[in-house]
């Protein structure tokens, strides 16, 4: 089983430019995620969806867009790349219980974008 | 707003104990904690549930305690391999269908 899947690993952008990280699950779950990871920071939210069709903000999404494209798939764009977003992307699925707090998250391996 | 762990790092030897904490400043309906080792994603360990119910993989106990809004991991005998950063990440509300933010993590280091 692939879990989630993330593309690209790595990129290198300029200031200004765009590029969207796409991330895949294979395990139907309903609930997806983009956190970034800084030194220090821990993991913040950027955007999430809770099931197919909504899409919501999550902690730090100013510069940032998503697409839940399908049940599978949830893209993350920059639009205009700056150093400050210089950082390791990870994308996340859980299944929802109806009405429980359950649901494990499962993590891609991360994407580095790294912005000059 | 996101969650608070302490200590921010911890040092151990073989075969010693740890406990990380995690608070809240709002109410607790879950919590969850994760692992993550250098250079890759963060794993699962366990969720805590309302009213005490544990669900989890690894023989690595925790607390949750939601009158005090705050939940504790306890890593007893600690194996080289518990080596890592350590995740809380709580539900910002009741509805499970809502952002699940995390805190700042807790790099816990263990020497032979």
């Known amino acids: 089983n692939a879990g989630v899947t993330q593309t690209p690993k790595f990129q290198v952008l300029k200031t200004g430019q765009s590029m969207t990280l796409q991330c895949a699950q294979d395990m139907n779950h309903n609930s997806m995620y983009w956190y970034r990871q800084d030194p220090g920071m821990g993991l913040r939210l950027i955007y999430y969806?809770?099931?197919?069709?909504?899409?919501d903000k999550g902690e730090v999404p100013n510069g940032y867009n998503v697409s839940r494209l399908n049940k599978r798939e949830f893209s993350l764009r920059l639009e205009s790349a700056a150093p400050s977003q210089t950082s390791v992307y990870f994308c996340?699925?859980?299944?929802?219980?109806?009405?429980?707090?359950?649901?494990?998250?499962?993590f891609g391996e991360g994407s580095r974008l790294t912005v000059l | 707003q996101q969650p608070v762990q302490s200590p921010q790092a911890v040092i151990l030897r073989e075969g010693e104990d740890a406990v990380i904490n995690c608070s809240s400043s709002?109410?607790?309906?879950?919590v969850h904690w994760y692992r993550q080792k250098h250079g890759e994603a963060p794993v699962f360990l366990m969720i805590l549930l309302k009213g005490g119910e544990q669900k989890g993989h690894e023989k690595i106990s925790a607390s949750f305690n939601e009158k005090k809004q705050q939940s504790s991991l306890y890593l007893t005998a600690s194996q080289l391999s518990y080596s890592g950063t350590y995740f809380c990440g709580a539900l910002d509300g009741s509805s499970n269908t809502g952002k699940l933010i995390f805190g700042q993590g807790t790099t816990l280091q263990v020497k032979p």
């Open positions: 709002k109410a607790l309906y879950s």
């Open positions: 969806s809770a099931s197919e069709g909504t899409t």
């Open positions: 996340a699925s859980r299944l929802l219980g109806a009405g429980a707090h359950t649901g494990e998250l499962f």
